[in-house]
């Protein structure tokens, strides 16, 4: 379990580790952009899978190894009947990462979410019609067309969506935050209420997918170890609002489609909960699902490794 256990700040400097050594690769030959969705309703996400295809296998400059993931540096733009309505200039795809699908470092694949523009401070997808998405890598180098139907929202997402009219709201939904927890508490127990009365609704559940997320790094750091308070909540000797708050936005959070890339994140702090909870069955069956949806994914790769730390300290209880 040690590295289940690793502070959180260790997060950080491995993120900047991958975004440094994924500036090392080079441009792809082809890229490639679909989605399991082709009609959305207005207002809502859209996650599209971009693929990357390499020539030559992508390597580390400091260790010579195959990368296991890299940044998609790529930009969007998206057109509405025709019209370019999104074209933020920059590289937009950048929150998640693509990952390695071969053994060679040629095929590099990930999901991404398109959701809202906050320039313009608004829904990308807001209203019916023909949407029409590109991936530009270089001004010559761009993705085929992928087209999206977007049809009218029902009565129920236009209420949530009126509920979550700021800015801010939205660009929590995408990104999370922890100063909303701390500076916006307004906000965030609006946030509560649209998913407590909305709780089947796709931006509901990304709103506790984030939430949930949040609430975890707040009792982590309050906690930086989970086995101590592991023993301390089997006593009955502590309560901690955090560690509830975040087990229940979790839970629903784990709701969100699979193909939602955050869900990858929260499965791994709500297996982290299963744990503390002493139930390992859950735990380890959290941890099969990552294994199993998400092979070639953010954790995939370390599930095995996690399912056999869990199993040692499960032993080791036992005795």
């Known amino acids: 379990m040690k590295r289940l256990i690793k502070k959180t700040g260790y997060v950080f400097i491995l993120l900047c580790i991958l975004y440094y050594s994924s500036a090392e690769a080079d441009y792809p030959k082809e890229v490639e952009i679909s989605s399991k969705y082709k009609q959305i309703n207005a ?5 599209i899978i971009l693929t990357y295809k390499f020539e030559q296998p992508q390597l580390s400059a400091r260790s010579g190894e195959i990368l296991t993931s890299m940044s998609p540096k790529a930009n969007v733009q998206v ?8 074209d933020p200039g920059y590289w937009y795809l950048g929150q998640y990462g693509l990952h390695l699908q071969d053994n060679k470092g040629l ?6 979410i398109l959701f809202y523009d906050s320039f313009k401070k608004g829904l990308i997808f807001d209203t019916p019609g023909i949407y029409t998405i ?12 992928l087209e999206i139907t977007v049809t009218s929202a029902s009565q129920s997402e236009k209420k949530v969506l009126s509920l979550l009219s700021d800015p801010n709201d939205y660009n929590f939904l995408l990104r999370g935050g922890d100063k909303h927890l701390k500076k916006h508490p307004e906000r965030i127990s609006n946030l509560k209420q649209v998913i407590d009365q909305f ?3 796709l931006l509901a559940k990304m709103g506790a997918a984030h939430l949930g997320l949040e ?3 707040e009792f982590h750091k309050k906690h930086p170890s989970f086995e101590k308070f592991k023993v301390l909540r089997s ?5 901690e609002p955090l560690f509830d708050q975040a087990s229940k936005y979790l839970v629903t959070g784990a709701t969100l489609p699979d193909e939602f890339p955050i869900r990858e994140d929260v499965l791994k702090q709500l297996m982290r909960i299963k744990y503390m909870d002493g139930n390992y069955a859950e735990a380890i069956s959290i941890i099969d699902e990552v294994r199993a949806k998400y092979p070639k994914g953010k954790y995939g790769r370390k599930a095995t490794k996690w399912k056999e730390e869990l199993l040692e300290l499960k032993k080791r ?3």
């Open 107 to 112: 095929t590099y694949s990930g999901n991404f």
């Open 134 to 145: 590109f991936i530009r890598i270089t001004r010559e180098m761009i993705s085929k067309p």
């Open 235 to 239: 006593k009955g000797e502590i309560k």
């Open 215 to 217: 609430y975890f790094e």
């Open 79 to 86: 057109k509405k009947n025709g019209e370019v309505i999104f």
């Open 199 to 201: 709780e089947g609704n």
């Open 43 to 47: 207002g809502q996400p859209l996650i």
């Open 317 to 319: 209880e036992s005795k």
